[in-house]
């Protein structure tokens, strides 16, 4: 049995240009993207070190918006886990 992640479709929201303010929360029992009132939380497994959790939410904010991970840009939030992403 794996882990499956729950993954929100948000390829509604995927233009060129979009800005992305996401909420990250490392070392998540279960891996997920939800869309809320308060914006996009991402949850990842991963720990809090050497930028390992910020890819994991960029490889899960990409594949929720249908997207390459190498067109999401970290504009701001290197150590935070409130960041800004936006999509080339």
């Known amino acids: 049995m794996g882990i499956r992640a729950?993954?929100?479709?948000l390829s509604h929201l995927a233009q060129s240009g979009?800005?992305?303010a996401v909420r990250v929360t490392p070392n998540a029992r279960r891996a997920g993207v939800e869309e809320g009132e308060g914006g996009?939380?991402?949850?990842?497994t991963e720990p809090p070190?050497?930028?390992?959790a910020t890819e994991a939410a960029r490889a899960a904010l990409?594949?929720?918006l249908g997207v390459a991970k190498?067109?999401?840009a970290l504009l701001r939030g290197v150590t935070s886990r409130?960041?800004?992403f936006?999509?080339?």
């Not at 729950?6 to 479709?9: G, M, N, P, R, S």
């Not at 996009?40 to 990842?44: E, L, P, T």
């Open 18 to 20: 979009a800005c992305f």
């Open 82 to 84: 409130d960041k800004l």
């Open 86 to 88: 936006r999509l080339d």
């Open 49 to 52: 070190e050497a930028g390992k």
């Open 6 to 9: 729950a993954v929100t479709d």
């Open 40 to 44: 996009i939380r991402i949850s990842v």
């Open 62 to 64: 990409a594949k929720s």
């Open 70 to 72: 190498t067109r999401l």
